[in-house]
């Protein structure tokens, strides 16, 4: 699994044994019995309307075993997108998270190359500052990016994880049931950005940008800019990663909030 995955798990299994979850459905079923009131006022005040009082019994029904077995579906639904981005990931990367190998890989050559690489500091001749900022700007910003987008989807994840069962328990009542809906489609927009992680890997993995030493070996970026030096190619590359990274959280906060 990835970082962000084993993350998110650890997070959630931290609040079922601090005992939150089991308070949060306890309170949920009460709404959940609430709802249901108000959906069977609804369809009398409706001149007895049996459809949508089936509608509301169905509702009813449906939620009262997803909030029994809460913590099980929740993770069920997770388990099964991160299965198919994991299969995703093994199809075309060879099983290996891309974005982590590539800190990993320069890291390694920061240590094997860092030094003499941020030379250009002191001399201060442009096309070698150039090349040791970049380097810096990639080295630094790189993990910063993946360490911020990991705690975003762990924090996100853990939001709808508590929530959940409070409006979950709406949705057998007509009008307010509707945010239960978006929050449903919410839940399905976060399970998915693990397909889109290991989509954006596949991608860096197709083009040739899944390791150090590919882009080393190549001597371009993208067919580009061949010939520059090694600190300035992986100072781009490293670059371009974390733009994956942080234009796929802004795109799935864009269509959260859409």
């Known amino acids: 699994m990835?970082?962000?995955?084993?993350?998110?798990?650890?997070a959630l299994n931290?609040?079922?044994?601090?005992?939150?979850?089991?308070?949060?459905?306890q309170v949920a079923q009460y709404i959940l019995l609430a709802a249901l009131m108000f959906g069977i006022f609804q369809a009398w005040a409706q001149g007895g309307d049996t459809q949508l009082l089936g509608v509301t019994g169905l509702r009813f029904f449906a939620m009262?075993?997803?909030?029994?077995n809460y913590a099980t579906v929740?993770?069920?639904?997770?388990?099964?997108?991160?299965?198919?981005?994991?299969?995703?990931?093994?199809?075309?990367?060879?099983?290996?998270?891309?974005?982590a190998k590539w800190m990993n890989d320069i890291g390694g050559y920061w240590q094997n190359n860092g030094i003499s690489?941020?030379?250009?500091?002191?001399?201060?001749?442009?096309?070698s500052l150039l090349e040791s900022i970049l380097l810096l700007v990639g080295y630094l910003l790189f993990p910063i990016t993946y360490a911020?987008?990991?705690?975003?989807?762990?924090?996100?994840?853990?939001?709808?994880?508590?929530?959940?069962?409070f409006v979950l328990a709406l949705y057998p009542a007509t009008g307010i049931g509707a945010l239960a809906r978006t929050y449903i489609v919410n839940l399905m927009i976060f399970n998915a950005w693990g397909l889109l992680y290991s989509i954006f890997g596949a991608l860096m993995a197709a083009i040739g940008m899944n390791s150090?030493?590919?882009?080393?070996?190549?001597?371009?970026?993208?067919?580009?800019?061949?010939?520059?030096?090694?600190?300035?190619?992986?100072?781009?590359?490293?670059?371009?990663?974390?733009?994956?990274?942080?234009?796929?959280?802004?795109?799935?906060?864009r269509r959260r909030w859409a």
Request: charged share 5%; aromatic share 12%.
């Open 14 to 25: 931290g609040i079922d044994s601090g005992g939150a979850t089991g308070g949060v459905v």
């Open 2 to 10: 990835f970082y962000f995955q084993n993350l998110l798990n650890t």
């Open 74 to 99: 929740f993770r069920d639904v997770n388990g099964m997108f991160n299965t198919v981005a994991n299969f995703i990931d093994t199809t075309t990367a060879g099983g290996v998270d891309v974005f």
């Open 148 to 165: 911020l987008f990991s705690l975003l989807y762990t924090l996100y994840g853990s939001i709808l994880y508590v929530v959940g069962p």
């Open 117 to 127: 690489s941020l030379w250009g500091l002191i001399t201060g001749a442009l096309a």
């Open 212 to 253: 150090v030493n590919v882009v080393l070996n190549q001597q371009s970026f993208l067919g580009g800019f061949a010939g520059v030096s090694n600190a300035l190619l992986l100072g781009l590359a490293s670059i371009l990663h974390c733009a994956d990274t942080v234009s796929g959280e802004a795109d799935r906060g």
């Open 64 to 68: 009262g075993l997803i909030l029994v």
